[in-house]
């Protein structure tokens, strides 16, 4: 077989091959929409934890569990796959034990009702998770060469949606063919339909895609060994932010500042949203979970608007206008509670994020330059990974506190469309004092490749 499995002999992309490469990353979008659509429900129904007087609290500590071990293990894993030599490849090994027994973990979530128990699924299932995101993610950059995986890079985009896709409507399906099953029910089965789903995209993966055997020999396992040791013997530690300017340590301090709040405003809605639409609106999960693919879908709309808009009126004004748009129309609709504007918020404030988020990483990286792209790379990632631990622990917090100062005694859900509002003026704050970082000597292909290897 072709090592370049996803391109052709006259070096373009081989579109079907890399398609089947991408049902990996399908496996991995499935599950975690369903999971962060379905699991705060779950989490906030739980007999024991809807006794707990910060029981909001309690779900935002939980829901960001994954996020944790994102950061921990995803980057360890990612390592080990790229020195792994069996006959099934160094990545498909990683996918072969890991999607059957998250499969297997994902249709207990809804089933358990100890808590003991269900904690033990959930966190056994975020772990075996973060071993095998990496190594299927790497798949698509192994089969293909490296001038063409920005294209590739958007079918494996694609198949992702795909995976989105089918998770927001699982329950749509479910009803399709059990109209009469109840709401506990169509959840259930939701599980069962994405563990299915899991499962034969392994089997596309296994059999259709099928790594090649890169089992090395004794003598050279040794002697990458030797390699490896000497270039961390040789290796200096360089403190790239020492080197640079005053001005230019502000800039960066503020904007990862600004990150921080950003990423805990968005982060934020994608994981409540179900849940506020629930208790809030009275949507059925399915429903909500639609609605909330809308912000999703809209900031891929808004991805190439925002790229031109960037290189043509500066990113730091392009930030800051996405920053104060979805802040008005968030606010808007927190006070008005008008329905129709919902969709608008949604719709909108997706398609202006995106005017935020394709322009931040250019920008970081510009203050870093060329010769530290790593590690500003490095900083970017910490900051928005932060705020995906920090932000849904605030927000469960904020729940917790509008039950106590409530008349009723309830939660009152309608503080999400104030909080995002405040996170996006602090960003804005921070933003201000950003003066650095709209020279353009890093190439966006660069930037592309550098967002690919790190968002997935």
């Not at 190439?443 to 967002?451: V, Y």
Request: neutral net charge; contains cysteine.
């Amino acid at each position: 077989m072709n090592n370049f499995y996803c391109a052709k002999e006259n070096g373009k992309l081989n579109y079907l091959h890399t398609a089947f490469t991408g049902f990996g990353f399908m496996a991995v979008q499935i599950a975690w929409i369903i999971y962060n659509a379905r699991v705060p429900l779950i989490l906030k129904e739980n007999a024991t934890i809807a006794n707990l007087a910060w029981s909001g609290t309690a779900v935002g500590i939980i829901m960001v569990i994954d996020n944790i071990f994102g950061v921990v293990f995803q980057p360890l894993f990612g390592r080990i796959s790229d020195r792994t030599h069996t006959r099934f490849g160094k990545r498909t090994p990683f996918l072969m034990y890991g999607i059957p027994l998250c499969a297997l973990l994902f249709i207990f979530i809804p089933r358990i009702q100890t808590l003991g128990i269900l904690m033990l699924d959930i966190i056994v299932f975020n772990f075996i998770m973060s071993t095998w995101r990496s190594p299927v993610v790497a798949l698509m950059p192994d089969f293909t060469p490296s001038e063409i995986r920005g294209e590739g890079n958007a079918v494996i985009n694609i198949m992702g949606g795909v995976g989105v896709v089918l998770g927001t409507v699982s329950g749509s399906i479910i009803k399709l063919f059990l109209p009469n099953a109840t709401e506990e029910a169509i959840r259930k089965d939701v599980f069962i339909l994405g563990a299915v789903v899991m499962v034969i995209c392994l089997m596309v993966v296994l059999f259709v895609v099928r790594e090649p055997d890169n089992r090395i020999s004794k003598a050279e396992a040794a002697q990458l060994q030797a390699d490896f040791e000497k270039s961390k013997a040789s290796g200096e530690k360089k403190d790239a932010v020492a080197k640079l300017s005053k001005g230019e340590k502000v800039s960066l301090i503020f904007m990862l500042i600004a990150l921080f709040f950003n990423s805990n405003a968005t982060d934020s809605i994608q994981t409540y949203f179900t849940t506020f639409a629930k208790y809030e609106l009275d949507f059925t999960e399915s429903n909500a979970s639609l609605i909330i693919t809308l912000f999703a879908a809209a900031t891929v709309i808004g991805a190439i608007p925002a790229g031109k808009l960037g290189q043509k009126f500066g990113r730091k004004k392009t930030i800051m206008t996405g920053w104060i748009g979805a802040l008005a129309f968030f606010l808007i609709f927190f006070i008005t509670r008008w329905m129709p504007l919902l969709y608008i918020a949604i719709v909108a404030g997706g398609i202006l994020i995106a005017f935020v988020t394709i322009n931040t990483l250019p920008l970081v990286l510009e203050i870093g330059g060329l010769e530290r792209v790593g590690t500003f790379t490095g900083y970017y990632y910490t900051a928005t990974f932060s705020a995906s631990i920090v932000g849904p622990v605030l927000v469960g917090g904020m729940f917790d506190l509008t039950k106590v100062f409530s008349s009723t005694g309830e939660v009152n859900y309608w503080s999400l469309f104030f909080y995002a509002p405040v996170c996006f003026a602090l960003a804005l704050l921070c933003m201000s004092r950003v003066k650095h970082g709209e020279t353009q000597t890093i190439s966006e292909e660069m930037i592309a490749e550098i967002r690919d290897e790190n968002e997935d």
